[in-house]
């Protein structure tokens, strides 16, 4: 939910009958499990409780881990699955994911995105939606609604958390697990984690640089004395 977000205003039980509805008119109308990935400290309480209500199970995430907590789970996910599996992801940037999923299972990929990307794509899908475009679709249509009069909403989606690998099935310890002293401590060590191997990366990549600047000189050093 980083990059493709709820837009204001927008109810949020559309959600699963907006994707429901373009699988649908693409042949497909068997059981679908949703999962909303996303920082959810960010997220407000309305639109989770919402997401729950009609059965999609939120996971919450940083920006720094949630591509790899997604990649664990759609290995997992894909693990379970005997048949031809179809899968939907919903986020921008994510070519370097669904290129790496596509290298180690087959299955079909939905893509949809909040633009689209500048270049030409290397992954393969059989659909693509612009974000907002899938949503104001199913919300031109006429949809039967649970009453939303009732101050509760039972939940039915769980409730993840990816950095500390642990579950909730109701919103409210939910939300007190992320403001949890254990929940800080271990958002801060994966901060730490990734501040760790993005330097180990850039003096990596120094390193590489500064050895092919040697080569480079004593190459054009070779070429002046032969000449």
């Known amino acids: ?6 837009p204001d205003g927008y109810d949020a039980r559309l959600v699963r009958p907006s994707l429901e509805g373009a699988f649908k008119e ?13 920082d959810h400290t960010q997220t407000p309480k309305r639109h989770l409780q919402t997401l729950s209500s009609t059965g999609i199970d939120v996971a919450h995430a940083t ?3 949630i591509s790899s907590r997604i990649f664990d789970d759609l290995m997992e996910w894909r693990g379970r699955i005997t048949t031809p599996a179809t899968m939907m992801i919903i986020s921008d940037g994510v070519e370097e994911l669904i290129a790496k999923l596509q290298q180690r299972i087959k299955f079909n990929l ?9 270049t030409m794509s290397v992954v393969l899908t059989s659909a693509e939606w612009l974000w907002d475009s899938l949503l104001a679709v199913s919300a031109t249509k006429r949809h039967v609604l649970r ?22 099935t109701l919103l409210d310890k939910f939300i007190k697990h992320l403001s949890s002293k254990k929940h800080l401590s271990q958002q801060e060590g994966c901060i ?6 993005s330097k180990k990366l850039r003096l990596s990549w120094l390193r590489a640089k500064a050895s092919f600047s ?10 002046v004395e032969e000449l």
């Open 1 to 6: 939910m980083f990059d493709c977000p709820i």
């Open 26 to 38: 693409l042949g497909y109308s068997g059981p679908v499990s949703i999962t909303a990935f996303g």
């Open 63 to 65: 920006l720094g881990v």
């Open 110 to 118: 939905f893509w949809a995105y909040s633009c689209r990307p500048w």
């Open 147 to 168: 009453d939303c009069s009732a101050s509760v909403v039972e939940s039915t989606g769980m409730f993840y958390c990816k950095l500390c690998y642990t579950k909730r």
């Open 192 to 197: 730490t984690d990734r501040r760790r191997r």
């Open 214 to 223: 040697r080569d480079q000189a004593v190459e054009e050093c070779s070429l």
